[in-house]
């Protein structure tokens, strides 16, 4: 698989993930009674912001861990 394509599958599953783990995160909270989208949506809005903030994070840190050029001990 070429770099671009490998970009595209990650960048790809990335949006995937995030979107559809925030809705089953917030769906969770609503079906435990956390919040309620009858009394507005600032129960949302707070776990598509934290969601967001945890999930940009770790991709961060994922793509440092894949593209990681420092040299390890094996290299000769």
Do not use: C, H, K
């Amino acid at each position: 698989m070429t770099g671009n394509l490998q970009a595209i599958g990650f960048l790809f599953a990335w949006v995937l993930g995030w979107g559809v783990g925030g809705s089953l995160i917030d769906a969770g909270l609503i079906e435990f009674g956390v919040y309620s989208l009858e009394t507005g949506q600032i129960g949302t809005a707070i776990t598509f912001f934290l969601w967001s903030l945890l999930w940009g994070w770790g991709g961060f840190r994922l793509y440092q861990t894949l593209t990681d050029s420092s040299p390890s001990q094996d290299d000769p």
